[in-house]
Nanobody, 121 residues
Framework: QVHLVESGGGLVQAGGSLRLTCAAS??????MGWFRQAPGKEREFVAA???????YYKDSVKGRFTISRDNAKNTVYLQMNQLKPEDTAVYYC?????????????????WGQGAQVTVSS
């Protein structure tokens, strides 16, 4: 089973940038995704990337967030630019077990511990 660890979260002012890193314990070619969960809300899909680097995004982050990966390093990244207060959440990476194109939490597994992202106004 793949073990995932997120890092790179922090506090940033609106309009700023952060880059999250998801490090895997072992090499894998499985598709990966980023999710986020704000206080009192359900966990929601943010972005996904295939082992061949195809991607898709939540509509509200298109043009601001970029998901990428380096399979040789067993890492997935989420570059977040033009951050907004509504982006504040705990961000999780996970392995996609469902069909490519899924945005549902039930189609992902091996969740990391999460990285807190706080965007101040």
């Amino acid at each position: 089973q793949v073990h995932l660890v997120e890092s790179g979260g922090g506090l940033v002012q609106a309009g700023g940038s952060l880059r999250l890193t998801c490090a895997a314990s072992g090499r894998t070619t499985i598709n990966m995704g980023w999710f986020r969960q704000a206080p009192g809300k359900e966990r929601e899909f943010v972005a996904a990337i295939s082992w061949t680097t195809n991607t898709y995004y939540k509509d509200s982050v298109k043009g601001r967030f970029t998901i990428s990966r380096d399979n040789a390093k067993n890492t997935v990244y989420l570059q977040m630019n033009q951050l907004k207060p509504e982006d504040t959440a705990v961000y999780y990476c996970a392995v996609q077990r469902g069909r490519w194109g899924s945005r549902g939490t039930n189609d992902y597994e091996n969740w990391g511990q999460g990285a807190q992202v706080t965007v101040s106004s």
